[in-house]
């Protein structure tokens, strides 16, 4: 395997690391740095405050502080250093905009536009400030690919926008999106710009002067840096004129009981201690970017041309987003094959990928699924990583549409599944391998009684989970009769597993449950321990909902 140099900068890939796998997942965030992670370290083992005390150590502290602010500005190519305000990140930069836009462009018939793309962090504080100050909120329409419509895009900005806030790029499909066109056409009719530059920072060299964008925000965790810091940038005649975010020390110039005076940005934005070690971590990787820009931008583009050929060549695949203007992020469906399933069996492989709607709800009802898988590389993956997880790809697409070198031999297509009472939790407790136990919940998913269509509605609907999850849950003789259903097999499994233990139970004996315990009998408490996120656990507090209901009304 080609050496990667990349790697050793990354102490996630070194040997006495807890990281064993293929991390395929830093769109939701990035492996850290080891300057990081020294610098962080090394605020904490001598803590002073910044921009209070005036012995020498606070007085260094709040200069690599301030110069950190300075290192971010030139990130970025901002003008000036008061127009980088530190934030907790991206979301917290959004909802500082939200909260000081001034009120008096807040008039009622204006418009917000967004785009179809967005993540929820840039969608909903804009639905709820148009909701409360009676504006429309526009969205920018995309095509059956996930790409967005440019010229449909631009049109919907008109002489009542107030603003235009849009991905720099899609946080769920990779896309890069022509924010220039945008912000140019904003421009024209005097709406402010907010680019969620998110996704983008680590990837591609950012220049706010050249974008002219009013607003631009990340985080630093997507970045190699620590988490619980990012950066709210804005012009700073617009700083100047908005309104503090948060009120408290650190802002504050002249505080009586007459009234209070705030200082000017950035620190007006900037109440209270701020994540003093996250700050200096932050621009030690925003130093690392800059100058390794030429290493990481190539390694990701070879990675990125190597993963597209190989997803390509796979049948039934289906890469949503724009082929051509994209970061190296890869988000696909494959025909026949349960999103949730694939990633399931992929995570047995040691490879991490993330799967599901990826915070983008309204995105993947545009796109007609209800949810994909992504794949996002950083400059620190191999070709090797991607070659092992295209052989782990093809193994669960044949596994899942049974084709004949399925990685069980095809046992799944000969076996039935066992359906005696109790007789799946003592299989799997007695199955010897991880691919067995595997195997029975995927048998126990396929034979499992599915839900007539017409009753797959939202009053059943389980949210809060990677795959959709329904359940019903009724009381036949005083004890609990559930049917539940989901597109994913192994979730199937999974209901199989529960419905098997509670059904026919009395709803005094069903809040006795305690799911831990039941996976650890069986053996898949090390194999299924995030149950939230698979479901399982959403799914047991419906159960209980529905036995505390019926318990109360007995009493
Ligand atoms: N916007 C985009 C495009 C993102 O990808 C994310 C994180 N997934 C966010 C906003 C929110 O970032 P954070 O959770 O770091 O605040």
Redesign the pocket.
Known sequence: MPFNPMRQHFSAFNDQSDFKGIYLDS??TTQKLQTVIDITNRYYQSSVNVHRSSYKLASDTTQKFEDARRTLQSFINAKDHREIVWT???????NLLAACLPRSLLQKGKNIVISTL??H??IVPWQILAEQYGLTLKVMPINDNGVLLLEEAVALIDEHTVLVAI?H???ALGNINPIKSIITKAKTVGALTLI?G??AVSHMAVDVQDLDCDFY?F?G??MFGP?GV?VFYGKLPLLENMPPYQVGGEMIKKVSFKGSEFLGPPLKFEAGTPNIAGVLGLAAAANFIKSNRDTIVKQELALSRYLQQSLASLTGIKIWGDPQHKIATFSFTVNGVNHYDLASYLNIQNISVRVGH??AMPLMEALGVDGTIRVSISCYNTEHELTNFIEALKSGICLFTNNSDSVFKNKISEEKAVDRPGELALAISQAKSWDEKYRHIMLAGKSFPRLPKEQLKEDLEIFGCESQVWLKCELIDSTLYIQGDSPSKVVRGLLAIIFEYLRGKRPNEVLDFDLNTHLKSIGLDRYLSNSRANGIEAVLDRIFDFCKEYSNTQN
């Open positions: 769109g939701a907790k990140g991206a979301t917290e930069s959004i967005e993540h962090a840039n991905g790029v899609s946080n969620d998110t996704q925000v985080s965790h997507k988490t990012g990826h915070c």
